[in-house]
């Protein structure tokens, strides 16, 4: 099959140092390296493509680079014989879209090792409004399941609700019997977080204590933070006897002024979730929970579908924390 050139979404810094993105046309020979080529039908948009799509040094080390942490589509050829011609396959985190150009393009070359089979029961369009957002939100709700918070112990709070791990955060634990406690500082997205199944939707004041006391009154059995700073460290303080949060945010701040009274006298535990460098057995393990009994109701209601040429104005809004839900990104301009 001869391929012709495939738009792709292209990040580039000047001889000024500005950094600066547009679409532009690739061929084959222009991407990196790697044992797979796989046309990619879906992407998403996540904060760290946001960072990247604006030169952030923490996530792109080399221009020109594209973005995208997320892809699923089919295989075209793999030099390893690992997949056959036209397997569906999801690729998410490890470098993609960082030190690797990612799903931002029409098509991408990986490593073996990184591509997860479609399960069944999971379309490849279902897996990117999912992507790397859902897959976070899996393992915070593993973690707490590993660390005895059923939907007995009590209401679970998840933080940054209306954004995408937020949004399936409340979705999966809903569907797994969970009280939900939603908080967002978007009053328009009370009726949204409602319909995934929180039971009740609090504003960002209701898990603010500037005080300087170590514990709190004990309101949580568990709890998904995707925002850190002073949200994570109140909720600590503030969870309940053996109960655990999960930390995978830093949009409200990398500092946690806390003393080590929730661990030693509470028992708390606080589990730090790690995407990108999963490991493959859990990885899949996971996939295939999302592609079951975990997978939430009407996955496509959660999405807004953009193609490239849109890609600017809705890293703007990430950017801004003005997203609701999830954006499917389909790699035509």
Not at 35 to 63: C, E, M
Not at 71 to 83: L, M, P, Q, R, W
Request: charged share 20%; aromatic share 6%.
């Amino acid at each position: 099959m001869t391929i012709e050139s495939f738009p792709a979404f292209v990040v580039r810094k000047d001889d000024q140092g500005q950094v600066y993105s547009g679409i532009e046309q690739l061929d084959l020979d222009q991407l990196p390296d790697a044992d797979v080529l796989v046309r990619v039908r879906y992407s998403s948009l996540n904060y760290k493509d946001a960072l990247a799509a604006s030169g952030h040094p923490g996530v792109v080390r080399t221009f020109p680079h594209v973005p995208g942490v997320d892809a699923a589509g089919t295989v075209v050829e793999d030099v390893t014989g690992s997949f056959s011609p036209g397997s569906e396959v999801i690729v998410t985190g490890y470098d993609l879209g960082g030190a690797h150009w990612g799903g931002y393009a029409e098509y991408i070359r990986v490593p073996v090792g990184w591509l997860v089979p479609l399960p069944a029961g999971l379309s490849l369009e279902e897996s990117m409004i999912l992507g790397t957002a859902g897959f976070t939100a899996a393992q915070s709700v593993q973690a707490l399941i590993h660390h005895a918070v059923g939907p007995q112990s009590g209401p679970v709070v998840v933080t940054g609700a209306s954004g995408g791990v937020g949004c399936l955060s409340v979705a999966i634990l809903a569907r797994l019997g969970y009280e939900v406690v939603a908080v967002t500082g978007k009053p328009d997205a009370h009726d949204f977080l409602r319909q995934l199944g929180a039971a009740h939707v609090i504003g960002r004041d209701e898990v603010t204590d500037d005080g300087r006391k170590p514990l709190l009154a004990e309101r949580w059995a568990g709890g998904v933070d995707t925002v850190g700073g002073a949200v994570l460290t109140n909720l600590l303080r503030s969870t309940q006897h053996r109960g655990c949060v999960t930390a995978c945010g830093l949009v409200a701040g990398t500092d946690l002024p806390l003393s080590v009274y929730p661990f030693i006298l509470r028992g708390v535990t606080l589990a730090g979730i790690d995407s990108a460098q999963c490991p493959m057995a859990a990885r899949r393990e996971i996939w295939t929970k999302l592609a079951g009994e975990w997978k939430p109701d009407d996955l496509a209601s959660l999405a807004t579908r953009i193609d490239l040429s849109q890609l600017d104005e809705k890293i703007a809004d990430i950017l801004a924390g003005s997203i609701r839900g999830r954006v499917l990104v389909l790699p035509t301009a």
